[in-house]
């Protein structure tokens, strides 16, 4: 969260529980600058929709995979490769996150965890936890 982001979101959060100071209007003492506070709101909601897409809760695909970066392995033919990492605090010198294609659909493979990305959100998380920067064109 950008310091920008921080600041207005605690405008608005004081501005909820009664607090107009962060709103006042320089020309009019005690009265609320609308713009200010519209301003704020737009920068959160537009901040929340780029980081959550709609396309958040759908299943993995091969075709949305290719789309951030998966590549055929060079290994299998039923692999695609997506990424690479290492996590040298823990002693992980690499890793890797690969989908295997079975009967029409994909499935994570590759790094054992408790929970296997199922969805683009999921995904989106882990790669973001693991510094991993997906391929994905900007939506307008």
Known sequence: MSDELRLATE???????GDNRPYESKFEPHEIDLDKVCR???YLADAY???????????IDEEWLRSVGGK???WHDD???????????VG?????LDFRRRNGEV?????????????RGDLRRLCAALGIELKEKASA
């Open 11 to 17: 405008r608005l959060r004081r501005y909820q529980v």
């Open 40 to 42: 704020d709101r737009h």
């Open 49 to 59: 929709l780029s980081s959550h897409p709609a396309d958040s809760e759908t299943p």
């Open 72 to 74: 055929d392995s060079e």
């Open 79 to 89: 692999l695609i490769s997506f990424a690479t990492f290492s996590i040298p605090s």
């Open 92 to 96: 992980m010198s690499a890793g890797a």
């Open 107 to 119: 499935h994570f493979c590759g790094v054992v965890m408790n929970k296997l990305p199922q969805t």
